[in-house]
């Protein structure tokens, strides 16, 4: 099964490459990622319906995934954090998760079968009360870059958060329901190969 993962995230081509054989990553570029929704949940939808209207659809592959990830500030549920652009914002933010729950959510669409297959997951994640020479260790390491919220749980931020609800895979960018369609769909071309 050949997969195009329409994404530049490494974390997302790390998680895909450790379950398929054959990915190859490709980012998006000029993808409007700004939203006029005030519930999360639809402006995460909105932004992955975009990128897969941006993918071109050709006989190359099997399948095409796309996905986003939003961290929801823990003060407003309409309002995502964003990636930090700067030292600067990626200590905001991780001051304003220290000590405190957020949701995170992630839309991922599949391109299997000859359609779209659209799913919106969130997961509940808690940052414990870090030290600031932790803080210092966060920022110094750049853990935080092109990373929603500025952190990465799958990296130096899983020492300090634990995953209270949902699943792992919603907080380092897709769904586990995108992720079992795709368990599901390589079964199948095992089956129709053998």
């Known amino acids: 099964m050949r997969i195009l993962l329409a994404s530049a ?105 000859d359609k779209w297959h659209s799913s919106v997951e969130y997961a509940v994640v808690e940052i414990e009360d870090f030290t600031d020479d932790a803080l210092v260790e966060l920022i110094e390491s750049d853990s935080w870059v092109g990373k929603a919220g500025g952190y990465d749980l799958a990296g130096m931020m899983g020492k300090y958060a634990q995953l209270i609800e949902g699943t792992e895979p919603t907080v380092l960018g897709f769904t586990q329901s995108s992720l079992d369609l795709l368990d599901d769909v390589q079964s199948m071309f095992s089956m129709s190969r053998s």
């Open 9 to 113: 995230s490494e974390r997302r081509g790390t998680i895909l490459r450790q379950r398929f054989a054959n990915v190859e990553q490709v980012a998006l570029k000029g993808v409007d990622e700004s939203v006029s929704h005030q519930i999360l949940s639809n402006q995460v939808k909105e932004v992955a319906s975009r990128k897969a209207e941006a993918v071109v659809l050709n006989d190359e592959f099997d399948v095409v995934v796309v996905s986003d990830t939003l961290v929801e500030d823990p003060d407003d549920e309409h309002v995502a954090l964003g990636k930090p652009v700067s030292r600067e914002q990626a200590v905001a933010m991780l001051l304003r998760l220290r000590g405190r729950r957020h949701r995170v959510w992630s839309a991922t669409m599949v391109h299997a079968m």
